[in-house]
């Protein structure tokens, strides 16, 4: 059974970072593509970053140098710096791997508001 738990999510003023993380078990270690989406009040679920298993990434145009995807295969976590926040990253954020899906709709995902 694959698990997927996000954490890191908070209130924070524009301008401002946190660390997202997703502990995962159930995958393949290191061989799935994971990527990070996020779903505001009212619009639709959206890919925000992704990366292979080889350490490829891949950015949604409007997070592109705000953002940065990682992954620890060791300790079977993916991560999201986020960086120069804006009011418009407020949003639910989740995780996912290749062959899931969007998990807006079935995943715990963890809260990120940012105030001006």
């Known amino acids: 059974e694959v698990q997927l738990v996000e954490s890191g999510g908070g209130s924070v003023q524009a301008g401002g970072s946190l660390r997202l993380s997703c502990t995962f078990s159930g995958l393949p270690s290191g061989s799935s593509a994971m990527m990070w989406y996020r779903q505001a009040p009212g619009h639709d679920c959206e890919m925000v970053a992704h990366?292979?298993?080889?350490?490829?990434?891949w950015y949604e145009d409007f997070v592109k140098g705000r953002l940065t995807i990682s992954r620890d295969n060791a300790k079977n976590t993916l991560y999201l710096q986020m960086s120069n926040l804006l009011p418009e990253d407020t949003a639910m954020y989740y995780c996912?791997?290749?062959?899931?899906?969007?998990?807006?709709?079935w995943g715990q995902g963890t809260q990120v508001t940012v105030s001006s």
């Open positions: 996912s791997a290749d062959g899931l899906g969007p998990p807006c709709e």
């Open positions: 990366i292979t298993n080889y350490g490829t990434t």
